[in-house]
Every structure is written in structure tokens, then in C-alpha cells.
């Protein structure tokens, strides 16, 4: 799965410092794929901003996972918390897990 050239949304979060413009790709009940627009701060650096609003916004309940391209195109998945659903640290991601997580797999 390559990143897609059509985004569903594209959202641009205030963050504390400069804002963050991501595109939307995918949003599913299982996951939400992201990609780093680089306008602005990039999304690693506003990872725990992004998961707010979009917490705020009732686009990532609990248990939904939530990956992005970074500004290099590199996949990586944004770890939450499993309780509380908040930023919780970066896993490395590959495209086949992703496609694991679509498809019903653990991932």
C-alpha cells in the first residue's frame, strides 16, 4: 500500500507552538491513516496534539489505531494508550502490517 494521492480530509491542528497540516487518507473502525502535509510543524512533533483533536473530534475512539506517513513517506504507527487512548509513543510500521490491520489481522 503506497500513499494515496486523494485524502478523504485534510485537517490543519493548532498546535502549542505552529500548526500542523495533515491529509486524512483512510479513516475505518479499525485504523486512521495520516499523512504529513509538511506544512507546519511535522506530525511527529505534534503527535500528542493531533491525538487530541482527533480524540475531540470522535474520529479516534479507543482502540483505534492510528498511522501516518511522515514527511519522508516512511509509515509509522502512532502508539496510544490502551485505557485512556492518549499518545503513548511511535512503533515502526511496514506496509504489510498495515495491510494486517485492514484485513482483520492482530498487526
Known sequence: ???H???IAQLTIRC???AVTVDVIEKTDKYVLLRDTQEGRSVTNSADDIVIVLMKLD???IGTRLFYYDSTGR?????RDKKTGHFAGFAPCLERDLNK???GGVG
Not at 509509515?75 to 502508539?79: G, H, Q, S, T
Open 1 to 3: 500500500m503506497k500513499p
Open 5 to 7: 494521492k486523494e485524502w
Open 16 to 18: 502549542r507552538f505552529e
Open 59 to 61: 474520529a479516534l475512539p
Open 75 to 79: 509509515l509509522d504507527e502512532i502508539v
Open 101 to 103: 490491520v485492514c484485513h
